[in-house]
């Protein structure tokens, strides 16, 4: 099993920054790849980035490139996002998600991950 634990969600008005970390315990030796994904109310749970655990190879929903940055701390077994020029449409409970198959590149595909944590509210104001 692997235990997934989000923090650093809060309020922020829009054009402000938010940090999320999310840290890995357990088998994270059988994991590839880290995700964040989010939903807001009344949607369905969407993919925001994810990191490969070697090489560091990220993937950006078009809606956050050039906003969020995902980096990955192998020591610590931790993920971050990064999130700058924040928009009330960013407002959503984030999810870390790890994945439970093998992939040379993270996937945006919710059944690629197998693992979840329990998600950390981002509220944007205008």
């Known amino acids: 099993q692997v235990q997934l634990v989000e923090s650093g969600g809060g309020s922020v008005q829009a054009g402000g920054s938010v940090r999320l970390t999310c840290v890995a315990s357990?088998?994270?030796?059988?994991?590839?790849?880290i995700g964040w994904f989010r939903q807001a109310p009344g949607k369905e749970r969407e993919f925001v980035a994810a990191?490969?655990?070697?090489?560091?190879?990220?993937s950006y929903a078009d809606s956050v490139k050039g906003r969020f940055t995902i980096s990955r701390d192998n020591a610590k077994i931790t993920v971050d996002l990064q999130m700058d020029v924040l928009k009330p449409e960013d407002t959503a409970v984030y999810y870390c998600?790890?994945?439970?198959?093998?992939?040379?590149?993270?996937?945006?595909?919710?059944?690629?991950?197998?693992?979840w944590g329990r998600g950390t509210q981002v509220t944007v104001s205008s």
């Open positions: 990191i490969t655990w070697s090489g560091g190879i990220t």
């Open positions: 998600a790890a994945s439970g198959k093998f992939s040379n590149t993270p996937t945006s595909a919710r059944g690629d991950y197998a693992y």
């Open positions: 357990g088998r994270t030796f059988s994991t590839y790849y």
